[in-house]
Antibody
Framework: EVQLVESGGGLVQPGRSLKLSCLAS????????MNWIRQAPGKGLEWVAS????????YYADTVKGRFTISRDNAKNTLYLQMTSLRSEDTALYYC?????WGQGVMVTVSS | DIQMTQSPSFLSASVGERVTLSCKAS??????LDWYQQKLGEAPKLLIY???NLHTGIPSRFSGSGSGTDYTLTISSLQPEDVATYFC??????????FGSGTKLEIK
């Protein structure tokens, strides 16, 4: 059974940084691309970033380019999202996804 | 970016009723359209992929259709356990995935 468990969320002040993790199990993590997707309160889903299996290809939404960094450690079956220069509009539930499988999400709140 | 317009945003229907949800893309997405169900507090679950393919284990009352820019999810006979939010996902412009805004479905 595919399981994706996010962690690392919380309350952070604007301009600060936060790093999310996603521990994957139930499939051969190193063989698949992975994604981060978010949903702001009361809003729709927004794709954030994707990374290929070997990290050779990385893509970002324009809204986070230059501020967020997606990475992975295939030895640890873990996906990461390093978020810097956080803004109030980054407040959202962040999902790790190996489509069509999603984690439960982790909440990030950016507020002073 | 491809925009996905989903309708209606809210739907109330009776048990046994036929229900239809719609997603319209801002350009041709070549049938790369998936439908997900998300129940409160749970991760989204895939129902239909590539417009009309039923995902493993999904009841046959769910079906999808469409082409070009217009896509539909149909529940042939609404059941109480179908109460959820449903959203579409277009993958034609991968990796720039875009989503419909969701339809919240309740039982009348």
């Amino acid at each position: 059974e595919v399981q994706l468990v996010e962690s690392g969320g919380g309350l952070v002040q604007p301009g600060r940084s936060l790093k999310l993790s996603c521990l994957a199990s139930g499939f051969t993590f190193s063989n698949y691309g992975m994604n981060w997707i978010r949903q702001a309160p009361g809003k729709g889903l927004e794709w954030v970033a994707s990374i290929s299996s070997s990290s050779s290809y990385i893509y970002y939404a324009d809204t986070v380019k230059g501020r967020f960094t997606i990475s992975r450690d295939n030895a640890k079956n873990t996906l990461y999202l390093q978020m810097t220069s956080l803004r109030s509009e980054d407040t959202a539930l962040y999902y790790c996804a190996h489509l069509p499988y999603w984690g439960q999400g982790v909440m990030v709140t950016v507020s002073s | 970016d491809i925009q996905m317009t989903q309708s209606p945003s809210f739907l109330s229907a009776s048990v046994g009723e036929r229900v239809t949800l719609s997603c319209k893309a801002s350009q041709n997405i070549n049938k790369y359209l998936d439908w997900y169900q998300q129940k409160l507090g749970e991760a989204p679950k895939l129902l239909i992929y590539n417009t009309n393919n039923l995902h493993t284990g999904i009841p046959s009352r769910f079906s999808g259709s469409g082409s070009g820019t217009d896509y539909t999810l149909t529940i042939s006979s609404l059941q109480p356990e179908d109460v959820a939010t449903y959203f579409c996902l277009q993958r034609n412009s991968w990796p720039a995935l875009t989503f419909g805004s969701g339809t919240k479905l309740e039982i009348k």
